[in-house]
């Protein structure tokens, strides 16, 4: 199966909260990372959990991290449809002695109003 | 420049032909990495370079597939003998490679093998 496993839609109607989850395999990975893509761009890093940590808040973005299960989870707070987009989960996963970030398939993220 | 550029963005080949595209990274940055997206698919590792040296390249799909950098700096990624299902967008990103590691991501090479 693939490292980094997270559902491909999410569709929330704006004002909502929404959660991406994502599975991860490899319990070594010193950072978990949240990506964001919006249409026709590059993928910019949203946020990011150092594996000590089981949550982080960064203004509309909570962060949890659930090191036993191997599961991370972004919600967004009062989902705007600015927030429209594919989040992509990611893990380092150590490769030839250096950490290699793995990616998920995305999720897209649709907001509604 | 302050971020990642590619060229070109967008390429349109014939099957059989090859294909040379090219990243340049935020100076500075040590570690830069090529990734493949397909169309509804998720990012493709495919080749990774800390300074000019590949430690990895594991990722490479084909021997079709090269990639080399220079000067520590630009590098580019060269597919011969292009294939259909070669099709996708080229990502580039690079970064510090420590710490947090934040990777600064270009905005894609988009090839079409006709």
């Known amino acids: 199966g693939e490292d980094v496993e997270q559902s491909l839609f999410l569709s929330v109607r704006e004002g909502d909260s929404s959660v991406i989850n994502c599975t991860y395999t490899?319990?070594?990975?010193?950072?978990l990372y949240w990506y964001k893509q919006e249409p026709g761009a590059g993928l910019q890093l949203l946020t990011y959990?150092?594996?000590?940590?089981d949550m982080k808040q960064d203004q509309r973005l909570t962060v949890l991290l659930n090191k036993k299960d191997k599961h991370l989870s972004l919600r967004i707070a009062d989902t705007q449809t600015g927030d429209s987009a594919i989040y992509f989960c990611?893990?380092?996963?150590?490769?030839?002695?250096?950490?290699?970030?793995?990616f998920g398939r995305g999720t897209s993220l649709i907001v509604h109003p | 420049g302050a971020g990642v550029s590619q060229s070109p963005s967008n390429k349109v080949t014939e099957k059989g032909k090859d294909v040379e595209l090219r990243c340049d990274p935020i100076?500075?940055?040590?570690?830069l990495y090529w990734y493949r997206q397909r169309l509804g698919q998720g990012l493709e590792f495919l080749i990774y370079?800390?300074?000019?040296?590949?430690?990895?390249k594991s990722g490479l799909p084909s021997d079709r597939f090269s990639a080399e950098r220079t000067g520590e700096s630009v590098s580019t990624l060269t597919i011969q003998r292009t294939q259909q299902e070669d099709s996708a967008v080229y990502l580039c990103?690079?970064?510090f490679g420590q710490g947090v590691d934040e990777q600064f991501f270009g905005p894609g090479t988009r090839l079409t093998v006709l």
């Open positions: 990611a893990e380092s996963i150590k490769s030839g002695g250096s950490y290699i970030p793995t």
């Open positions: 959990i150092f594996s000590n940590m």
């Open positions: 990103a690079s970064s």
């Open positions: 490899d319990s070594s990975s010193t950072y």
């Open positions: 100076s500075g940055h040590t570690a």
């Open positions: 370079f800390q300074g000019n040296s590949a430690p990895d």
